[in-house]
């Protein structure tokens, strides 16, 4: 439970305020629209579909406020930044930013179906008034014009038109009707397009669908500008208790002028504007990051399909675990996609290894093979780094690292910092002993890391350094024929799989006795369990640190982080 | 945008479209609005359409995900062997059926957004695809039970007159085993 509320605990105190803020809103305006008295005359009309109508408008004009802010990724990135004092806790929250932009889209489709059926059932009902359907104060009021003297109340002005297609009429010949219309079609083009099966598939579709959203914003913020929503004006003078049986005699008698009516000032752009014109410049700034130089320091391709990129761009600045979004004009204007860096802050160069992984990653990969030797590679943009660091990794003195699968990525840039860090005696680095757990189903595609691991292992031997790293490679993927293979080359010194001094092992590892061995090993020190993986995996770790951490300060304690890389 | 199969989207879009009409359709019915007979039509339709689509097909590449308890339909739509199948069929058939939705407000968005579906599945199947039944895959056999089965032969030995000790010349009797026998090194 402890262990949840540290991981947990700033993300669901976020949501909770995130919905007593919507449910305030929903209830005040509801209220404000159901009670308000410059509004009996419309709800004499419309009943409470008008507060059912308008308290959804208020929680969509702050929901669309916030969808715009997640996904300014170079703002969080600076907000980020600037919040170094106040801890990683409130700064991984930014890591979190797309679930959030889906949640708030939750709600605005939700709310926009309130808004839509409530407002059907006015649009009806202001059409049954018109045409004498209910009492003679309905008729009267729908009867008041828009001339000189007189201001109306229901925006159905002509009877002329077929009964049954009057609402279809008035919804296409009135501003907010005809917005309304148009944002509720993109915004339904958007959200099927963005379900995950569409996005996993087909990123392109779901991405040049989901600028829709400029058509939304902008019927947005017309929506409200035909001023459709009409209040009372001269309450003072016309009281609508003394009055509303004596419609026959408004403008006749002095206590009953004729009712005023107008409609409310829009108020939807004063929310939106902010974060639209916060967009805007997130959008500049990704073209001017694109439009910055990057040179490429080395280009090299990995066996099995993997594309080493060595970058050098000026100003660039990283850490470790963060990752960069890459354009290739050549390949596709407008597509940006997202990798891991694998090398470290101490490099002066960042480099990224690209699996193929679809069409931009094979397009890729074919224009470097087809590149002479020595040649630059094709103009890159480089927006990032992005990400929060994953710094908690060298405080501590002994290190449990967890890679699965492709998650091994960004171990390559942290043992590869902890490794110069321990080189220059960096006293940043209070880590002496670090345990490696790289699990995957085959090796294909990370011989590289194996290299990289190669190279560290080298390095130790020279400096007599052997303890420092302790590897462990599990391929849980094997079959017969690996069991044949390393049966048969069971005496030689170095892996079959791997080329490591280290085994690798097969299926899966026996955390018992792993962390009963590091227990071991390390009898008085605070061990720091990272992971990169999957969340079945994260559950069966932290269960393993809490039973084999000793209540004993003097004794090894171990504690899992839960990493987002 | 190469690879892509346009049947997927449209499906999403037509199952959306489905339950927008289904919606308009009972406001329209429950709030007893002039054209409730169109609105009433919409329920319908909007029903068949969600049933009709809820099923997803097969990918022609790749792994296809279900949806939640997809199988009974998938049957059912199967039934129809190649009504369902082809696309054009679908096309037309959204398009028809979304057209009485225009004469009413309550439906015309479902209207505006089956029509869209049906012309995503047009396209769809102007590129040659059609709807696949995602079935339960049989057990794969495991290969002949390699492990399972115990060897049928002996162990390949030396004929017996070797094999035979020959007390009075221990040396020559001894033999290379094919395989290292020790237990460790």
Redesign the interface.
Known sequence: MANWIINNGLTAFILVVWMGINTFLFVWFYFFYDLGEQFFYTRHLLGSALAWARAPAAVLNFNCLLILLPVCRNLLSLLRGSFVCCGRTMRKQLDHNLSFHKLVAYMIALMT?VH??AH??N??WY?NSRRGVYDKLSLALSNLEDTGNTTYLNPIRTISVD???T??YL?FTTIAGLTG?VI??AL??I???S?E??RR??F??FWYTHHLFIIFFAGLVFHGAGRIVRNQQNLKEHNFTFCKDRSDDWGRIPECPVPQFAGGFPQTWMWVIGPMILYLCERLLRFVRYMQTVRYRKIVMRPSKVLELQLVKNGFKMEVGQYVFLNCPAISQLEWHPFTMTSAPEEDFFSIHIRSAG?WTDKLISIMQELPEGAQGPKMGVDGPFGTASEDVFDYEVSMLVGAGIGVTPFASILKSIWYKFKDSNPKLRTRKIYFYWLCRETHAFEWFADLLQGLEKEMEERGMVDFLTYKLFLTGWD?SHANHAWVHF?EDTDVVTGLKQKTQYGRPAWDKEFEQVRKENPTSVVGTFLCGPAALAKVLEKKCAKYSDVDPRKTKFYFNKENF | ?????WA??AN??AL??GL?YL??GI??VA?Q???WEYAAFAVAAGAFVCLLEYP?SK?SK?TG?ERTGQYCFTVCVKAFGPLTRNYYVRAFLHAALCVPGG????T??GC??LG?ASLIYLVAAIRGEHWEPILPRKEVPKPAG??NKPPQNPPPRPPPETRRKRVEDLEGAAYDNAIDVTAD?
Request: charged share 15%; with cysteine; aromatic share 6%.
């Open positions: 179906a839509m059926i059907l059932l649009v009806e059409n009964a049954q297609q609402p279809t919804v219309v509720t079609l339904i083009l959200i099927t397009s379900m099966v569409i598939s087909y392109e579709v069409d017969q005496d | 945008m190469g690879k892509i199969e997927m989207w999403e879009q959306a479209s927008i919606t308009g406001v329209g709030g609005f002039r054209g997803r990918r790749g995900v004469f009413m407000l309550a015309v968005l505006v957004c869209i390699s492990i090194e």
